[in-house]
């Protein structure tokens, strides 16, 4: 479960490191146990599933 959630954070930071490259904002928060990438108005981009 452990190294699950650690790829999921990897992704995580990949994506929004690809989002800030290409000028666009978003952040990535954890919501019922589900990591969520939005972008800065609350639309989500991507779920990645249970953490």
Known sequence: M???TE???KRVVELEK????TNKSA???IE???AILRKRDGRII???GRV
Not at 18 to 21: K, P
């Open 32 to 34: 019922n146990d589900m």
């Open 2 to 4: 452990e190294k699950r």
């Open 27 to 29: 952040n990535c928060i």
């Open 18 to 21: 690809q989002l800030t490259e």
């Open 7 to 9: 790829e999921l954070e």
């Open 46 to 48: 991507l779920r990645l």
